[in-house]
C-alpha cells in the first residue's frame, strides 16, 4: 500500500483560505485514485474531494463545491487541497486517502489513509 503524510493543516479565520498537502511514498503515485475526506468532533467521517490517476477528473462534496480545488502533481508524489472562503463548519481533521480504481464518495473504497491534520475555522 501507499503510505501517506498530510501536512498544512492549522487555525485561520472565516472567510480565509488554507491548503493541504498530502505527500505519498511506497508506491508508484500515479497509479491511485487521491480523495480527501474529514472527520468533525461527534460526526461521521465524510468525503470532501477526488481526483483521478493524472487529474483529469474531479469530484465535490456539494458543501465544499466552489470553494475547494483538489490538484495532484504526480512529479512530487502530492496531491493538494485549497480552501477558500473557509466557514466555522469545515472544522475537521481531513484524511488523505488513495485507492487503485473505481470512482465515488465511499470511505471504505479507499484501501490506504494518513494520519490527518486538523482544520480550524474561526468565527
Known amino acids: 500500500q501507499v503510505q501517506l503524510v498530510e501536512s498544512g493543516g492549522g487555525l485561520v479565520q472565516a472567510g480565509g483560505s488554507l491548503r493541504l498537502s498530502c505527500a505519498a511514498s511506497?508506491?508508484?503515485?500515479?497509479?491511485?485514485?487521491m480523495g480527501w475526506f474529514r472527520q468533525a468532533p461527534g460526526k461521521e467521517r465524510e468525503f470532501v474531494a477526488t481526483?483521478?490517476?493524472?487529474?483529469?477528473?474531479?469530484m465535490y462534496a456539494d458543501s465544499v463545491k466552489g470553494r475547494f480545488t483538489i490538484s495532484r502533481d504526480n512529479d512530487k508524489n502530492t496531491v493538494y487541497l485549497q480552501m477558500n472562503s473557509l466557514k466555522s463548519e469545515d472544522t475537521a481533521v481531513y484524511y488523505c486517502?488513495?485507492?487503485?480504481?473505481?470512482?465515488?464518495?465511499?470511505?471504505?473504497?479507499?484501501?490506504?489513509w494518513g494520519q490527518g491534520t486538523q482544520v480550524t475555522v474561526s468565527s
Open positions: 486517502a488513495a485507492r487503485r480504481t473505481g470512482w465515488g464518495q465511499k470511505s471504505a473504497d479507499f484501501g490506504s
Open positions: 511506497g508506491r508508484t503515485f500515479s497509479n491511485y485514485i
Open positions: 481526483v483521478t490517476w493524472r487529474g483529469s477528473n474531479t
